[in-house]
């Protein structure tokens, strides 16, 4: 495969570093360092790209066009500042750590460091994920479309103007794929109770939810009206909507799990 993407700092090759490093590996990824302390996170890139332990351990020739920065946000102030001789204004950093302000980097890079806070979810590990980005101030475009060829790489990508508006993302997309796996395990346990045998409720429902995606993803029609063209009048689809859809159920509970998400990643901001 031809050379697509430049050289790439990854900090952090956990779950979603991992699942980003494979989808830039794919697209043709001229250099990649990835730092991470726990040897066996980075194994199956062994050969592919240089793993490295700690900073002090980065080849000294090497000049990344990107740093990526995907660790934990409550690690941010104890890492970043190791990494603050790549932040020259050159060097874009893309940080998908939730919560972590462009402030809070600036104070630990230095206030040159060219930032772009992401969001991406997991479904980025079958390159369908979703990301939503925010350019702070000083990114240049050609910057910014290095960070949109790096996240589309794993899935659509979406630019948002202001910068609070990444902590819902992070509610919503972010958190958005525990809840999808969270209907189909209550409805798994539920057609159990009904008396089904467990490999057959669990294949069921793995085979609705995933079936359902996929059709919403396919379809121009709102969500609203798909659900709608299921529930035929006084069936049984419309007798469980009834209970889903009472006052204090469902729409009021994934409203105030949003905002506790939400309120959650304005606490991770440093």
Do not use: H
Request: aromatic content about 4%; charged content about 20%.
């Amino acid at each position: 495969m031809n050379e697509t993407l430049p050289d790439l700092l990854l900090i952090g090759c956990g779950k979603m570093g991992g699942a980003m490093l494979s989808g830039w590996l794919e697209r043709g990824l001229s250099r990649a360092v990835v730092v991470e302390p726990y040897a066996p996170a980075a194994e199956a890139f062994a050969g592919r790209a240089t793993i490295v332990p700690d900073a002090a351990s980065i080849p000294a020739d090497f000049r990344p066009a990107a740093v990526i920065l995907a660790i934990k946000p409550q690690e941010a102030p104890a890492t970043l500042p190791a990494f603050a001789r790549f932040a020259t204004g050159e060097t874009l950093f893309v940080s998908i750590m939730a919560g972590r302000s462009v402030a809070s980097m600036r104070a630990a890079l230095g206030a040159q460091a060219a930032v772009v806070r992401a969001m991406p979810n997991t479904p980025a590990a079958v390159r369908q994920g979703f990301t939503a980005a925010f350019p702070a101030a000083g990114v240049t475009e050609n910057q910014k479309a290095l960070a949109d060829a790096l996240l589309q790489a794993v899935g659509e990508v979406a630019w948002v103007t202001e910068e609070d508006q990444i902590n819902p993302v992070t509610a919503v997309s972010g958190g958005g794929p525990a809840y999808v796996f969270l209907l189909a395990e209550v409805m798994e346990k539920a057609a159990i109770e009904q008396g089904l045998p467990p490999d057959l409720a669990r294949r069921m429902a793995r085979a609705t939810v995933a079936g359902s995606g996929a059709l919403l993803a396919a379809s121009t029609q709102d969500a609203a009206d798909l659900r709608k063209a299921v529930t035929s009048p006084k069936g049984t689809t419309e007798r469980a909507l009834a209970v889903l859809m009472e006052p204090d159920a469902w729409p009021a509970a994934m409203s105030k799990a949003i905002q506790a998400a939400t309120d959650r990643a304005r606490e991770l901001a440093g």
